[in-house]
């Protein structure tokens, strides 16, 4: 570019015309006003010298940029929903960093998708959730990295309905309101049942809510069916008359995914294996000792502990690696969403995936 507009100045340099800018508009304009040779040829060397300078500046950059070690986070920021509370109370993850200086964030969200929006913001750098939410936020233009996979737990989610409900079976749920929070777990689970027992989507009537508002309209009996996770789903069957239409048994086959920002996962993969490393310790010892999680867990939550209880005793525990066979059932989510034109995009979900190598060097060993 630069060489076509010093050709181009030297061709009207010698036709008699120089070169000036609109005092207003900035415009480059050309008039009738001899040079000398020397005049455009210092204008020329100018150009040059900038050109060059500024060629120079960027590859020093680059260079500089390369060269700079990555600095270790002093805080790392974790979002966490209610089920995954019994990690910040064992407070390991503290105990694990803090000889690297590192301190500990926690910052509660209700749902997936909450969390993966403050993710994507830079309010958080680390969190989890189910398989929906990552597709919804990588639609959106989040830069996400899935970092690990949870351990699926079908029979932890479920469609609720009222005790005296007339919704006898799944076929029922034509025309029927349904709460869920959009683009969470409970909202593919949904989406499953219903294909699997040969409904539409466009059959039912959603309801697009978090998980506290949906028990509230559960209970005033504004909405005919309530697709849910635990606690809540526990919380429900013990104190609000409801009951069981169809849990996630046969259907969910993800558990969900641990999730970073792009930037931390990049920079900071010590203190991702360092953290998946305390969260398969608390996982391991979580599914050996059920009865002294639910006893942990129930004053901090501030539910019964037949409700807790309930809760733990259907929930797997642990981590597990992003594999291949993870990656194509992700893409099955995305494809679906878009199909039910529910995301504006068709996505690669390999496009927020790190490589086999990288998740080699810090996913956790499992047994």
Not at 279 to 308: C, M
Request: glycine share 6%; net charge positive.
């Amino acid at each position: 570019m630069l060489e076509f507009l010093f050709q181009r100045m030297i061709i009207y340099w010698r036709k008699g015309f120089t070169f000036k800018f609109a005092s207003q508009k900035r415009l480059l304009s050309i008039v009738p006003i001899k040079l000398t040779g020397a005049f455009i040829t210092g204008l020329c060397l100018s150009f040059l010298v900038a050109a060059c300078t500024a060629n120079n500046a960027s590859n020093t950059n680059t260079v500089s940029a390369n060269n700079t070690p990555q600095t270790q986070a002093s805080v790392v920021r974790i979002g966490y929903q209610k089920s995954a509370i019994l990690l910040r109370s064992k407070g390991l993850l503290e105990k694990r960093l803090q000889p690297e200086g590192v301190s500990v964030e926690w910052i509660e969200f209700p749902a997936g998708p909450q969390l993966l929006e403050a993710m994507n913001v830079g309010s958080i750098d680390f969190g989890h959730t189910g398989e929906s939410p990552p597709v919804f936020a990588q639609a959106a233009g989040a830069a996400i990295t899935y970092i690990a996979g949870i351990a699926p737990s079908p029979a932890s989610s479920a469609i609720l309905v009222p005790q005296n409900s007339p919704i006898k079976t799944v076929n029922d749920l034509k025309g029927k309101k349904i709460a869920f929070q959009k683009g969470s777990s409970a909202h593919y689970m949904l989406v499953q049942i219903l294909e699997k027992y040969g409904l539409k989507y466009s059959d039912i009537q959603p309801i697009y809510l978090p998980p506290a508002d949906a028990r509230a309209a559960f209970v005033k009996g504004s909405i005919d069916a309530w697709s849910i996770w635990d606690p809540f789903y526990a919380a429900a069957e013990q104190s609000s008359n409801a009951r069981v239409l169809i849990d996630g048994t046969g259907i969910n086959k993800q558990g969900g995914y641990y999730l970073a920002s792009q930037k931390f996962a990049k920079e900071q993969p010590q203190i991702i294996k360092a953290m998946l490393e305390e969260i398969q310790n608390v996982e391991t010892w979580s599914d050996q000792n059920r009865e002294e999680v639910a006893k942990t867990l129930s004053p901090i939550l501030g539910i019964d502990l037949a409700t807790i209880r309930k809760s733990t005793n259907r929930r797997k525990f642990g981590v597990t690696p992003i594999t291949s066979e993870l990656i194509t059932l992700q893409q099955q989510v995305a494809d679906k969403f878009y199909e039910l034109k529910l995301i504006p995009k068709q996505i690669n979900v390999k496009a927020a995936m790190l490589t086999p190598e990288q998740y080699a060097a810090f996913s956790p060993k499992t047994q």
